[in-house]
T-cell receptor, first 113, second 111 residues
Framework: ETGVTQSPTHLIKTRGQQVTLRCSSQ?????VSWYQQALGQGPQFIFQ???????GRGNFPPRFSGLQFPNYSSELNVNALELDDSALYLC????????????FGPGTRLTVL | GQQVMQIPQYQHVQEGEDFTTYCNSS?????IQWYKQRPGGHPVFLIQ?????EVKKQKRLTFQFGEAKKNSSLHITATQTTDVGTYFC???????????FGTGTRLTIIP
């Protein structure tokens, strides 16, 4: 176990709704990265938070947003859900923002109907 | 943009046979990381390679980083049923050093 936790485990939403996913990083880690993993594909980088600031973003639209709190836990918010947002959302914590090992949480399986 | 491809996409082997997956990047990488994801699970870090031509071993697993730092390979000797899963390589993007994951190789074992 990595010590990274995510909630909820599974979620079902309908198109147009909003969702918030949560992640608690491993003790001693100040960096959280979020990834989207569609079925049968590799994780795609969404964004990263380092010391409560966004520190890099992948090719995702602005309706994907996030937060990091003083205890380094993090949230991923997705507005105006689309069917293609159905995926496994993974958060990963690390000790520093660059070139460091990513410790993944178990993920949240989001289904958009 | 930067692409990281892996071949093969799928590999079915008899238990006891060897397995190799290859990772190729369109750009030079500062380092390469390998992850394993069991069915229904999440990626788990295996190893990081940094130096050109570097070779590292973990029991039956051998990892290699190419001389040009654009390709890598993972070789498993004498596969076991516990090796089942998808193996991903990942390298930092040029523009922001954030990880780009490869397309993955899914390994299944025939007992």
């Amino acid at each position: 176990e990595t010590g990274v936790t995510q909630s909820p485990t599974h979620l079902i939403k309908t198109r147009g709704q909003q969702v918030t996913l949560r992640c608690s990083s491993q003790s001693g880690h100040n960096t959280v990265s979020w990834y989207q993993q569609a079925l049968g594909q590799g994780p795609q980088f969404i964004f990263q938070y380092y010391r409560e600031e966004e520190n890099g973003r992948g090719n995702f639209p602005p309706r994907f947003s996030g937060l990091q709190f003083p205890n380094y836990s993090s949230e991923l918010n997705v507005n105006a859900l689309e069917l293609d947002d159905s995926a496994l959302y993974l958060c990963a914590s690390s000790r520093r923002p660059e070139r460091d090992t990513q410790y993944f949480g178990p993920g949240t399986r989001l289904t958009v109907l | 943009g930067q692409q990281v491809m892996q071949i093969p996409q799928y590999q079915h082997v008899q238990e006891g046979e060897d397995f190799t997956t290859y990772c190729n990047s369109s750009t030079t990488l500062s380092n390469i990381q390998w992850y394993k994801q069991r069915p229904g699970g999440h990626p788990v870090f295996l190893i990081q390679l940094v130096k050109s031509g570097e070779v590292k071993k973990q029991k039956r697993l051998t990892f290699q980083f190419g001389e040009a730092k654009k390709n890598s390979s993972l070789h498993i000797t004498a596969t076991q049923t516990t090796d089942v899963g998808t193996y991903f390589c990942a390298g930092p993007r040029l523009e922001n050093e954030k990880l780009t994951f490869g397309t993955g190789t899914r390994l299944t074992i025939i007992p």
